[in-house]
């Protein structure tokens, strides 16, 4: 490892947030027992809020920014990794507390990481990055709850965004009949090339819902909350259920308690930042089985560090479509 190395660095005064690419030393890291050669990382919709600083996502200051990263050990002192090892790492605080991922080097705890699954380079789990191991995570909670591709069809919201498009790809390939909402009608092509059956507007998901509507999905995935979440909950089939990851839309649920009480729907909440370990290593594993590359490549974009502020700027704009990667080294 250089003695010195290039990092993005939030810091704060009296006039708010600012951000700069800078150049850090051995110094400049946080606390940990590991030490990770940062290869990957991604722009994830938490990344473009730290970076932006347009939500208090970064709390501790000057922090290097970037929620997920891919690369190899080269220091450790934690019994689990050795030099070598190669490792990826999605939230437990880090691009929010704890400096993250927009470096050439990182150090953290040891706890945080998850070996690379066998088979995955280090650019395609950021090409999944945090976005798609929670879609991956709103897949095993419809499971759990017992949804399989014969319950009916599967409704995803933010579908030409990063958790839809990596759950479109997901399951179609596990043999799901797929309904993507999106507000890019322009996407059409791409998200059918995905694995989407039915695309359709996501205009009338933001109109107030009614208490109950038209029983037409099995399971939905919902990144936006809001009225898109509301109107999602209304249209579930008897006994359904949705995973809700995200607030896209709103962070509020203008709901009724209708579809939980008349129609048996389950909601369940999805966090990726501090779900157990056993669960991300559970995660991972079925995006090595369940996720088709090739998709990956045509969903995921390739940027260099510099590129980061703009790609920060777009995916607030709603204008990313799929996924971002951040080539750091
Ligand atoms: P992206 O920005 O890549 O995708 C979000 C998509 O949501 C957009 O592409 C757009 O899709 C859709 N969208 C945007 N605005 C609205 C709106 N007003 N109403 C309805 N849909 C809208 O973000 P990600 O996919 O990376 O993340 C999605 C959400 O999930 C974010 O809120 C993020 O914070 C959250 N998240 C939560 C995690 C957790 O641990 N709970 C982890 C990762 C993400 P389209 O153009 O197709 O309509």
């Known amino acids: 490892m250089s003695d010195t190395f290039r990092a993005y660095q939030i810091t704060k005064d009296e006039d708010g947030q600012k951000v700069a690419l800078t150049t850090?030393?051995?110094?400049?890291?946080?606390d940990g027992d590991v030490t990770v050669k940062v290869e990957y990382s991604a722009i994830n919709y938490k990344?473009?809020?730290?970076?932006?600083?347009?939500?208090?996502?970064?709390?501790?200051?000057?922090l290097t920014p970037g929620i997920d990263f891919a690369g190899t050990v080269?220091?450790?002192?934690?019994?689990?990794?050795?030099a070598g090892d190669k490792v990826l790492l999605n939230g437990f605080g880090v691009g929010e507390v704890h400096s993250g991922g927009f470096s050439e080097v990182a150090r953290v705890d040891g706890n945080w990481l998850v070996p690379l699954p066998d088979g995955i380079t280090a650019r395609?789990?950021?090409a999944v990055g945090t976005a798609?191991?929670?879609?991956?995570?709103?897949?095993?909670?419809?499971?759990?709850?017992g949804i399989n591709p014969e319950s009916g069809d599967v409704?995803?919201?933010?579908?030409?965004?990063g958790v839809g498009s990596v759950a479109i790809a997901i399951l179609s390939k596990l043999g799901y009949r797929v309904v993507a909402v999106t507000g890019r009608s322009s996407e059409r092509d791409y998200l059918t090339s995905l694995g989407a059956s039915e695309i359709i507007d996501r205009q009338p998901f933001s109109e107030k819902a009614?208490?109950?509507a038209k029983e037409l999905w099995a399971g939905a995935i919902d990144v936006a909350g809001g009225n898109t979440l509301a109107n999602v909950l209304s249209q579930i089939t008897y006994g359904g259920a949705v995973a809700a990851c995200g607030l896209a839309d709103s962070m509020s649920l203008p709901t009724s308690v209708a579809p939980f009480i008349l129609r048996g729907v389950a909601l369940y909440g999805i966090d990726s930042v501090m779900a157990p370990m056993t669960k991300r290593q559970q995660a991972w594993q079925r995006i090595a089985e369940d996720l088709d590359f090739s998709k990956l490549e045509t969903l995921s974009n390739e940027i260099n560090l510099e590129e980061v502020p703009a790609a920060a700027e777009a995916i607030l704009a709603g204008t990313i479509r799929g996924r971002t990667v951040v080539k750091i080294i």
């Open 24 to 30: 850090l030393t051995e110094h400049d890291l946080m």
């Open 132 to 145: 798609g191991y929670t879609a991956m995570l709103c897949i095993l909670a419809l499971e759990n709850h």
């Open 210 to 212: 009614r208490p109950l």
């Open 47 to 62: 990344d473009g809020l730290a970076m932006t600083g347009s939500a208090p996502v970064v709390r501790r200051f000057p």
């Open 124 to 126: 395609q789990a950021m």
């Open 155 to 161: 409704l995803v919201t933010g579908a030409a965004g």
């Open 74 to 82: 080269t220091a450790s002192e934690n019994s689990t990794f050795a």
